[in-house]
């Protein structure tokens, strides 16, 4: 199978009538597809108006707040989205979770893939034995309220009255300034802000560095109405390299997360639940190492090369039918 990727850089913000305009301009490429896919929601318009002018049948990958947030905009954003998911071979969501938020919206042409990575990379040249880690827990996300820093800050610091050397990195782009500020506060006011490092801006090799000395990676997401977490790639990352996760429930780490093997599952918003379950993983040398290796099997189960397998399968399948209309 040969794979054409448009380099082309297209704006994600482009009204929904503008997308006939860029499928008229994209249609030269399409010719010589058998199939249209759109990776990101943003773009599933221009798929659509792009698989109609080229008869080609076309698919959507899901993955989280775009997949929704269009169905609660304006009418006419509302229309279309919809139009192009329905329309859609099929809608590849990237978990469960995200399945069931597109279920109520009537939408019955959805099959789960969950993402993969790369193993080769976070397992390069090896993988460092849990117990010669450091006492450190890592967060990899950018700085905004959905990735519920705020709730896993006070866990920390609950977490810290036991393991006194215990530190906190926290990864990720602070352009919210105000939320950054909001956290910066907090670590103060719990008597942490010198045991907690914020950090951004680093290369794949740096975080790698990270993820190879620290224990184990927390994120806490939470979902507000359209906004969620679809899936959350760094609990495989962390789980390639070693690292028990622990992740929130009713969101996409349902997928990504096995509780009780290679992490744990938490209710959102639940500082006290996260510091449990942080106690069980750093006061457990014997639950950790075997949480460590489920996670290093776990995250080879999503491979990319095995996730790559399972599209090209809904791929095959839908040779047989009709194109889209």
């Known amino acids: ?33 058998d199939f249209i896919h759109s990776f990101a929601e ?16 076309f698919f959507v990958t899901a993955h989280g707040t775009w997949a929704v947030l269009p169905f609660s ?26 399945e069931r938020r597109l279920v109520e919206f009537g939408l019955n042409n959805l099959h789960v893939i969950n993402n993969g990575i790369n193993t080769k ?3 390069r040249p090896s993988i460092t034995p849990w117990q010669e880690r450091q006492n450190l827990i890592v967060s990899v996300g950018n700085l905004k309220r959905r990735k519920g820093y705020h ?10 009255a036991r393991f006194k050397d215990l530190r906190y990195y ?33 290369s794949d090799d740096e975080l790698i560095a990270i993820y190879k000395k620290a224990r184990l990676l927390v994120l806490s997401s939470i979902s507000e109405k359209s906004h969620f977490e679809g899936f959350g790639l760094v609990y495989l990352e962390a789980n390639a390299s070693g690292l028990p996760v622990i992740g929130s429930l009713e969101s996409g780490a349902e997928d990504a997360i096995r509780d009780g093997r290679t992490g744990f599952l938490v209710s959102q918003n639940d500082s006290e639940g996260i510091a449990e379950a942080i106690i069980k993983i750093l006061g457990n040398k014997n639950l950790a190492e075997t949480m460590s290796s489920e996670a290093i099997k776990w995250a080879s189960e999503h491979d990319m090369d095995k996730v ?9 399948s839908s040779v047989i039918n009709k194109p889209n209309k």
């Not at 709730?151 to 810290?160: D, M």
């Not at 790559?308 to 095959?316: C, E, Q, T, V």
Request: hydrophobic content about 40%; aromatic content about 20%; charged content about 25%.
């Open 1 to 33: 199978m040969k794979v054409f990727i448009l380099t082309t850089e297209l704006n994600y913000k482009v009204s929904y009538f503008a997308a006939i305009w860029y499928a008229w301009r994209l249609r030269k490429y399409a010719k010589e597809c």
């Open 42 to 57: 943003q773009y599933s318009y221009i798929a659509y108006w792009l698989a109609k002018l080229t008869d080609k049948k």
């Open 73 to 98: 905009l304006s009418f006419h954003k509302r229309y279309f989205h919809r139009k192009s998911f329905e329309k859609a071979a099929k809608i590849i969501c990237v978990s469960r979770y995200t």
């Open 121 to 123: 990379k976070f397992i």
């Open 151 to 160: 709730i896993s800050i006070p866990a920390f610091a609950k977490t810290r």
């Open 170 to 202: 926290i990864v990720g782009d602070q352009s919210d300034r105000a939320y950054f500020d909001q956290l910066k506060r907090l670590c103060f006011e719990l008597g942490v802000r010198e045991s907690v490092d914020f950090v951004q801006h680093i």
């Open 308 to 316: 790559i397998m399972k599209y090209k399968g809904i791929y095959a």
